[in-house]
DNA sequence: ACATAATGTAAAATATGCTTGACATTTTGA
DNA sequence: TCAAAATGTCAAGCATATTTTACATTATGT
């Protein structure tokens, strides 16, 4: 399922897919694919996404 | 690095590391190698071993 | 001391995260 | 309206998470 909050994280920080991917060192796909949901990413890709974006995992990662 | 907060919550709930690694669905070096902290599991995994251990993403893996 | 459970570790095989490159579609702003 | 930026998506390949099997070592209880 897709995972919004990165992208309202992500926009909330004006950072496109690609400016959030430079910053935490992965290919623009990759994080289209976590955004639209359709993988499951390492702990320490979320964990480099989150201190960027500013959030902890459980805002970001947690599943409802 | 070593992960010992998962074993600390692992010993709250009196489980082996079998005992875990049968309750989130994985082998049971899966759950000895995540503690011993020589690799990176999903995010899946991670979600999976803290509904166990009545824990948070931030409490078992947010690095400090 | 002994048996058993729990843990540490290793090698080979498989599954899948992630990359690179490329192209199509949608959105944004001048 | 038009160009550029942002996003969606696909396929092939590489890197690495995870499994299976197996054995050694360390704890635990009787």
Redesign the pocket.
């Known amino acids: 399922m897709k995972n919004l909050k990165i ?1 309202a994280a ?2 909330g920080k004006d ?7 430079k910053a935490v ?12 949901g ?5 702990i ?2 979320c964990i480099a996404i989150c201190k960027v974006l500013d959030a902890s995992l459980d805002e970001l990662f947690w599943e409802d």
């Open positions: 992208k992500r926009a950072m496109s897919q690609d400016d959030l991917a060192g992965v290919s623009r796909q990759t994080i289209n694919a976590v955004e639209k359709d993988y499951n990413p390492s320490k890709l």
